[in-house]
């Protein structure tokens, strides 16, 4: 349910309101706009008595919210949320690219790529520690020394990282990440979203493989329940029955998103096609619809990447790539690329 609340209105009436809801065992998210106040009542808002609380002084209009997301929802957050890592903002006009390998595969993989795609114009470096493989036998990451290995190339280069996690087992190994990944396949892994959601990190929360947009939006919504206002979404390709691409990229999504949540959405070409020459012209839709980012994968010798290397671009691609996106960003509201 959500209360806008008349800009006329004093503190001590807004004491009383929020004592009044309270009472009623009823959690309140309170989203203080430019223009307007908005209550966010959380909780079973059944037994509100809604014709009394419209009628209150300070009170402009009362709604229900029939989608089943609340802390998501934007009708309860009006303003884009925007989120700070390492100096930079993710969200609202700002744009941020995200760049490195699939996987980490060694220091030196690392940092040559780091530097590479710092000097392009990406702002946060990416790189799998934990990979969530299909094949048990596959390339399974170098796990917690791959971490240890993405620190040094944040204090090498000053970059803030992002990585996936797997397990709750293993998030105190996340101390020093900036950005916590939940891949596709945890979406709806349910505790690790709860644990995840007692921390204060933003998460990067990626689309499930088959995932529809409310189920994505309510397991962001496990994440904020728990506390964790900081999350980034991102639509990263849901499988069809296409099988030309890897999967298919639902633009639609991105600025359907935009009505739905006040939550930054970015976008990942190069899962959503797994293929390398399309991440280019991916990339530019994706910012066309108007998002807040990007996450590519760029890997120095593509041919010999220990996974996604089909996908991925040369660290040259990449930066021809965002000399094109950055034509682009004035024509959608963005301001430039955060160097
Ligand atoms: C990744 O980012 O390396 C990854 C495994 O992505 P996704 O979860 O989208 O498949
Ligand atoms: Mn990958």
């Known amino acids: 349910m959500i209360v806008v609340i008349k800009n006329d209105s004093n503190p001590k009436q807004m004491d009383n309101l929020v004592k009044w809801i309270k009472n009623q065992g009823l959690r309140i998210n309170l989203s203080k706009g430019e223009n307007t106040t908005v209550m966010g009542l959380i909780g079973d808002t059944s037994k509100v008595d809604i014709d009394l609380l419209s009628s209150l002084d300070i009170v402009e209009s009362v709604k229900r919210i029939q989608e089943p997301y609340k802390n998501a929802n934007r009708k309860l957050h009006p303003e884009d949320t925007i989120i700070e890592v390492g100096g930079h903002k993710i969200g609202g006009s700002n744009f941020i690219l995200m760049a490195g390998p699939c996987s980490v595969e060694s220091e030196k993989q690392v940092i040559t790529i780091a530097e590479a795609v710092k000097k392009a114009g990406a702002s946060v470096l990416r790189g799998g520690a934990f990979k969530p493989r299909t094949s048990p036998y596959a390339f399974q990451g170098l796990r917690e020394s791959g971490i240890d290995i993405l620190v040094k190339a944040k204090k090498e ?77 991102c639509e990263r390709g ?3 029955f296409e099988p030309y691409t890897r999967n298919t990229l639902d633009l639609s999504a991105i600025p359907l998103l935009k009505e739905l949540t006040h939550l930054p959405v970015i976008v990942d070409p190069s899962h959503a096609s797994g293929l390398s020459r399309l991440v280019a012209p991916l990339s530019l839709a994706a910012v066309g619809a108007g998002r807040d980012g990007l996450i590519i994968e760029v890997h120095n010798d593509p041919p010999h990447a220990l996974c996604d290397g089909a996908q991925s671009l040369r660290p040259e691609q990449f930066a021809d790539l965002v000399k094109r996106i950055e034509v682009i960003l004035p024509l959608v509201g963005k301001e430039a690329i955060q160097k």
């Open 157 to 233: 280069t000053g970059m803030p990282i992002v990585t996936e996690i797997m397990s709750e087992e293993y998030l105190d190994k996340f101390a020093d990440v900036d950005i916590i990944q939940v891949g596709a396949r945890n979406m709806q892994n349910f505790e690790l979203l709860k644990a995840l959601g007692r921390t204060r990190k933003p998460i990067l929360l990626k689309r499930g493989l088959a995932a529809t947009i409310e189920e994505w939006l309510m397991s962001a919504e496990y994440i904020m329940s728990e506390g964790n206002k900081e999350v980034i979404l």
């Open 238 to 240: 849901i499988r069809t």
